[in-house]
Nanobody, 123 residues
Framework: QVQLVESGGGLVQAGGSLRLSCAAS????????MGWFRQAPGKEREFVAS????????FYADSVKGRFTISRDNAKNTGYLQMNSLKPEDTAVYYC????????????????WGQGTQVTVSS
């Protein structure tokens, strides 16, 4: 049974930082691209960042480029999203997802999803 469990969300002031984690189990983590998506109230889910199974390739949405950093530790079956210089518009539920051996930014092409973690940035 595959599980992706996010943690690290919370309430932070604008300009602050948070580090999200995504712990994976039930799959060979090193064969999955890991992605982070977010969904704000009343808005569609949007791509935030992704990292290839080897960690060699990363992609970011323009809105987070230069502020967020995606990484992974395949030995720990865990992925991370370091979020700095947070803005109120970053407020959303953040989801991690895994896609088997494909590089993709499209939510529909991911195979597994976590339950999400709330990030709230106050102004």
């Amino acid at each position: 049974q595959v599980q992706l469990v996010e943690s690290g969300g919370g309430l932070v002031q604008a300009g602050g930082s948070l580090r999200l984690s995504c712990a994976a189990s039930g799959l060979t983590f090193s064969t999955y691209t890991m992605g982070w998506f977010r969904q704000a109230p009343g808005k569609e889910r949007e791509f935030v960042a992704s990292i290839s199974w080897s960690g060699g390739n990363t992609f970011y949405a323009d809105s987070v480029k230069g502020r967020f950093t995606i990484s992974r530790d395949n030995a720990k079956n865990t992925g991370y999203l370091q979020m700095n210089s947070l803005k109120p518009e970053d407020t959303a539920v953040y989801y991690c997802a895994a896609a088997y051996l494909r590089t993709t930014l499209v939510a529909e092409t991911y195979d597994y999803w976590g339950q999400g973690t709330q990030v709230t940035v106050s102004s």
